[in-house]
């Protein structure tokens, strides 16, 4: 997955309103009106919203009848799942790295210093 698409990914996550929307998609489809019902702000707010999801392809919308019916993609959360895993498998390498250094018997030498005269020292 592209940076740019994590960035969005991330920004339409970042907001309760639009991860409350993906929560309840996860038990299936409903219509852009039950999906509202349960914020407090105006509908053009709340289709806003809705946009974001479907601009970082989390959610796709269609009509049926007079309803338009909103559906998870999970695939687009998989994406960031991945990016998340590789994430946690960098810093726990590099923690592992750190904890074997931490550990070990030996202690470590400051690297030496080059030897430079002191001008208070050194007189020509």
């Not at 996860?26 to 105006?42: D, F, I, K, R």
């Amino acid at each position: 997955m592209v940076a740019a698409d994590i960035d969005v990914l991330f920004h339409a996550l970042a907001h309760p309103a639009r991860r409350a929307v993906i929560e309840r998609l996860g038990l299936g489809p409903a219509t852009v009106s039950e999906l509202a019902a349960p914020h407090a702000m105006a509908l053009p707010t709340f289709l806003e919203h809705l946009r974001v999801l479907e601009a970082a392809a989390l959610v796709h919308s269609h009509k049926e009848g007079r309803a338009r019916v909103v559906r998870l993609r999970p695939q687009a959360l998989r994406a960031g799942e991945r990016w998340l895993a590789d994430q946690r498998a960098l810093w726990s390498r590099r923690l592992d790295q750190l904890d074997a250094f931490l550990q070990s018997p030996e202690p470590i030498d400051p690297p030496e210093q080059p030897s430079c005269p002191s001008p208070l020292t050194s007189r020509p």
